[in-house]
């Protein structure tokens, strides 16, 4: 492009809205390939480079501008996050153990360009795993294996409080830790089977002894209030109420009596019906 024509274009541009028009597409253009603004999501802080250096200031959500060519500005996660970790360790009786544990994180919103300069953004793989290794190993170690079955919740908590120190130190907050699943070795597994096996034998053989002597009890008191009856019955019994019985059979059998006298052989007559004695004493 000669002079002249460059002259023409300047004179266009010197007349009517042109000017206006170079002027916003250029300031288009730059937008576009220097994007001088930043916006910072939910969950979100923005680290500040300047020519790469870290700085101190960690921009917070919302839409914020940067220096073109000279600053740049990496996003970084704050959210609540999850870790799955499978754990190998061994308890205080020598027993192996596989633990899958999960912790709940969050990186400290204002130290987040503190995490970036010293970790980067792999702080999962360099920092949570190996914390989460080795306060696996150094907790199952104070137990034995029966103790991480029954103290569980102790066990998690003990957990939790080392990983929320050791992690601090790294500007690395601990929302939640739970242990998912604990696996033995088979030979311990088998061993708390039969001991879990004898135990309900136990319980069963306990509890038919209970219900032996109880009935054995009622067997006892039963035998003994019928003991007692025949005591009373027998104390009651007097010669009164033996004449008494007598005379009621006596009278059943004049009841029954149809009036002929039955024939008496022999020199003694033995007399029929008693009525004589039990009218005199009438």
Known sequence: MNEENMSDINRVLEKGPWKYIFIVGLLLIVLFFFKPWVQVGAGQRGIVQNFGAVQDLVLNEGIHFKIPIVQTVILMDV??????????????????????????????????????????????????????????????????????????????????????ARLLESNIAVDAFSIIDFSFSQTFTDAIEAKQTAEQNALKAKRDLDRIKVEAEQTIAAATAEAEALRLQKMNISPDLIELRKIEANLKAIEKWNGILPEVTGAGAIPFIGVGEAARKN
Do not use: W
């Open 79 to 164: 959210k609540i996050q999850k870790a799955m970790t499978d754990a190998a360790s061994s308890s205080s009786d020598l027993q192996d153990v596989d633990m899958s544990v999960a912790l709940n994180y969050h990186i400290i919103p204002e130290e987040a360009n503190q995490v970036y300069q010293k970790i980067g953004v792999q702080f999962k793989e360099r920092i949570i795993d190996p914390a989460i290794q080795e306060v696996v190993k150094a907790v199952s170690a104070r137990y034995t294996a029966e103790e991480l079955i029954t103290k569980r919740p102790i066990v998690s908590s003990e957990m939790k409080e080392s990983l929320t």
